[in-house]
Every structure is written in C-alpha cells, then in structure tokens.
Antibody, heavy 115, light 111 residues
Framework: EEQLVESGGGSVQPGGSLRLSCAAS????????MHWVRQAPGKGLEYVST??????STYYADSVKGRFTISRDDSKMYLQMTSLRAEDTAMYFCAKDLLEDTTRWGQGTLVTVSS | QSALTQPASVSGSPGQSITISCTGTSSDVGGYNYVSWYQQHPGKAPKLMIY???NRPSGVSDRFSGSKSGNTASLTISGLQAEDEADYYC???????????FGTGTKVTVL
C-alpha cells in the first residue's frame, strides 16, 4: 500500500528554521515528482513546492521562494524552512501526483511560528 | 500566481444538484486541460474527486462531474447527500516556475 508520512513539525520562533520530512513507501519513489502543500488554520490549500523524480528540478511558490528548499533522497523528501514567519503557520502535507488519479497525500505535520 | 476564484459557499437540499465554479486565466485553467478537484472533510487530507477536467478516479461516485469552458472550470454534484458536506478545492497546472495553483475553496452545506 502506498503511504506518505510527514514529520518534523513543531513550534518555532519567527526567523527560525525547521526541516520537514516525508517518508514514502509502497511505490517506486524515484519515479515520481513530489510536492508540499500547506493549509493555514481555517484557511484553504496553498501550493508550496515541487521536486522532480530525479531531484534535479525544483519549483516554489512565490511566497516561499528564497526561504524554503526542497530536496529528496531515495526514500524521503525534505523541506528546509528558514526565516520563518507567522504566516508560515500551517499544516504541511506531502503529496505524490497532485493532478492525477495516482495521487497520494500524507496526513500532514503542523508547523507553528510564534513568539 | 493568484489563487483561482471559487465561491466561498454553496448549499443545497438532499437530492438537489449544485455547481461550484473555479475561475482562473488563460495562463492556468484556460490554457491546459489539467484541472483537478479535491474534497476535504474537517481534519482530513484532501481526496481527489475529478482530474483532467472531467475524469473520475476509481471509487468516486458518478454523482460528481467536471467540465470547463474558457477560463472557468466547474464541479457539479448531483443527488446531493449529507456526506457531500465538505470543502472543495480546484487546482490547475500553470506551466510557470510555480507550476500549480489552488482555488480559494468552497464550503458545501447540505441543508
């Protein structure tokens, strides 16, 4: 069974850093582009970042460009978040195939940025 | 990249049909047949309901259908049921360096 499990969330002060992880299992991880999507409390879904299957291509939403870095190895995807702001407070989901019927999502990890 | 525009809320009685619109531009919704729709219940991960404008994933009820005209995509729910009460989001491919954009989300209420 395909599964995605996020970890690494927590509370951090403004200006701080945090590294999220997404562990994948049940499918050939390196064949698929992977994505991060976030959802602020009580708000809608927001696209964050994408990394290609081979890790060579990365894409970011304008709101996180220059502050967040997406990466991956053979079985995990990561999101290094720096210069965190209050508006980055959200549940962060990792996902496979955002637009296709082969999509899978994790259950999310909560990031809270507050002093 | 601005979020796609959806109505904040739509409601209907059991058995009725409702339609949720998702309006973008010729650079996203209007430019590609890569529009999907997600359903999200409180505290849950989103669930794919429609992909490639009108295709239904296996296991999704045929009460859900999708369409597109110009820069606006639509999700129709026929024979509305209590379990359909949820938030719905569209998402489109944009072909830019920020390649995906979500809609603002629509809360569906079954009266």
């Amino acid at each position: 069974e395909e599964q995605l499990v996020e970890s690494g969330g927590g509370s951090v002060q403004p200006g701080g850093s945090l590294r999220l992880s997404c562990a994948a299992s049940g499918f050939t991880f390196t064949r698929f582009a992977m994505h991060w999507v976030r959802q602020a409390p009580g708000k809608g879904l927001e696209y964050v970042s994408t990394i290609s299957g081979d890790g060579r291509s990365t894409y970011y939403a304008d709101s996180v460009k220059g502050r967040f870095t997406i990466s991956r190895d053979d079985s995990k995807m990561y999101l290094q978040m720096t210069s965190l702001r209050a508006e980055d407070t959200a549940m962060y989901f990792c996902a496979k195939d955002l637009l296709e019927d082969t999509t899978r999502w994790g259950q999310g990890t909560l990031v809270t940025v507050s002093s | 990249q601005s979020a796609l525009t959806q109505p904040a809320s739509v409601s209907g009685s059991p058995g009725q049909s409702i339609t949720i619109s998702c309006t973008g531009t010729s650079s996203d919704v209007g430019g590609y047949n890569y529009v999907s729709w997600y359903q999200q219940h409180p505290g849950k991960a989103p669930k794919l309901m429609i992909y490639d404008v009108f295709n239904r994933p296996s296991g999704v009820s045929d009460r859900f259908s999708g369409s597109k005209s110009g820069n606006t995509a639509s999700l129709t729910i026929s024979g509305l049921q209590a379990e359909d009460e949820a938030d719905y989001y569209c998402i489109s491919y944009t072909g830019t360096s920020s390649p995906y954009v979500f809609g603002t989300g629509t809360k569906v209420t079954v009266l």
